[in-house]
């Protein structure tokens, strides 16, 4: 199969030395997405004009919003920030994720601290950096993630999927390979929101424009897959996968069920109902088991990173 190659906007400190000491982050899951995806570095402190080292910044707490200053100088960055965010972000290609550094008073998604004074004073919050607000509001419902959040399998698996999912999404270059697309991520969608995989399947089938088609299916499929699927739902989905399997003998059928109900129970990984699924697909020939995404939403070689 061949794969599309994501691009992903990341924090620039996870290539090379973009930090405030100078320093740079190495993050595994980068490391080895690498090879698959292109990547659009970004460091807003750099774009609003900071060096490389440069003394700290740091979010306080202004009435009812939050201010970004940099304590040694106590200049208010704020808007420079919120004027290269806007900028850069309306300058980008079509993209299809972030990969952000958390703590960030810039980058980070939910845990900047934010300061009740400038240059003392304890934490008062926690929050989105100036770069990273303006991210989530410029991209609802996007694959927008830190690094720390990674660390847990079933975000970076969703994380991956969608990632992907939104590159393939993206080369589509007519309404029937659109129409394909929805063939290939009938049982993904299923797994995450059974509702929406229907009402995208009806607004295909009514559809004449490509473009308003696409734009309207890629909306629906962000916002069918913002969620982590419930294990319930990708029972199910693995269960009607299951169901496209002819000449499996009575006690493999017997076999998948039970280990099916392992799963649902949280005693046994997704990994190892599809890798069965996998083999069953070659097994038997089933080409369009074969082809759903919901059996390999990301590149093989991934597969050990999440």
Avoid at 92 to 98: I, N, R, T
Avoid at 154 to 162: E, G, K, M, Y
Avoid at 267 to 274: G, P
Avoid at 278 to 294: D, G, S
Wanted: aromatic letters at 10%; one cysteine or more; charged letters at 25%.
């Amino acid at each position: 199969m061949s794969w599309p190659r994501p691009r992903l906007v990341v924090s620039a400190c996870f290539l090379g030395a973009f930090r405030y000491d100078g320093g740079r982050v190495r993050e595994p899951v980068l490391e080895a997405l690498r090879p698959h995806v292109d990547l659009i570095p970004v460091c807003p402190e750099v774009g609003v004009g900071l060096g490389v080292p440069r003394p700290t910044v740091r979010l306080v707490r202004r009435g009812e919003g939050v201010a970004l200053v940099q304590p040694e100088t106590g200049e208010d960055l704020t808007g420079r920030m919120e004027a290269f965010s806007e900028r850069f972000l309306e300058a980008l290609p079509e993209v299809d994720g972030f990969l952000l550094k958390n703590r960030s008073p810039s980058c980070a998604l939910k845990d900047a601290k934010v300061y009740a004074h400038p240059t003392g004073g304890g934490t008062v919050a926690r929050g989105p950096g100036l770069f990273a607000r303006k991210v989530l509001e410029a991209f609802p419902f996007f694959p927008v993630e830190e690094e720390g959040r990674l660390r847990d399998p079933a975000i970076l698996a969703s994380f991956l999927t969608r990632l992907f999912a939104l590159a393939r999404l993206r080369e589509t270059a007519s309404l029937g390979e659109l129409m394909a697309f929805h063939a290939r991520y009938k049982l993904l969608l299923l797994a995450y929101d059974p509702q929406a995989a229907r009402d995208l399947g009806r607004l295909l089938a009514r559809s004449a424009s490509f473009l308003e088609a696409k734009r309207a299916y890629r909306e629906g499929f962000l916002r069918a897959t913002a969620k982590l699927p419930r294990p319930g739902r990708m029972a199910d989905a693995l269960l009607h996968a299951f169901g496209y399997l002819d000449g499996l003998s009575r006690e493999e059928k017997a076999y998948f069920l039970e280990r099916l109900r392992d799963f649902r129970e949280g005693r046994l990984s997704l990994e190892a109902l599809l890798t069965l699924l996998r083999a069953w697909a070659l097994r038997f020939r089933a080409p369009y088991l074969e082809a759903q995404a919901l059996l390999e939403p990301f590149p093989p070689a991934l597969k050990g990173v999440a």
